[in-house]
Nanobody
């Protein structure tokens, strides 16, 4: 059974940083693709970054490009999202997801974590 567990969310002031983790278990993920998505209150879920599980082929949303960095530790079956220069508009629940191919659409990802709240105050 595939399980994704996010951690690392919290509350920070604008300009601060957070590092999210997504620990995966249940199968070998080396052939999968993954994405970080977020959903703010009253808004649709949007992609933040997608990449191959190995960390290659990264595609970032324009809104986070240059501020967020995704990475992967294959030995730990964990992916990370380093978020710097956070803005109030980054406030959302952040989810990691795993799928069979690289896609910007959340509909194409089969497995999801429970989400972790990120709150950025001005």
């Amino acid at each position: 059974q595939v399980q994704l567990v996010e951690s690392g969310g919290g509350s920070v002031q604008a300009g601060g940083s957070l590092r999210l983790s997504c620990a995966a278990s249940g199968r070998t993920f080396s052939t999968y693709d993954m994405g970080w998505f977020r959903q703010a209150p009253g808004k649709e879920r949007e992609f933040v970054v997608v990449m191959h599980w190995s960390g290659s082929s990264q595609v970032y949303a324009d809104s986070v490009k240059g501020r967020f960095t995704a990475s992967s530790d294959n030995a730990k079956n964990t992916v990370y999202l380093q978020m710097n220069s956070l803005k109030p508009e980054d406030t959302a629940v952040y989810y990691c997801a795993v799928g069979l191919y690289l896609s910007l659409s959340s509909d194409d990802y089969s497995y999801w974590g429970q989400g972790t709240q990120v709150t950025v105050s001005s």
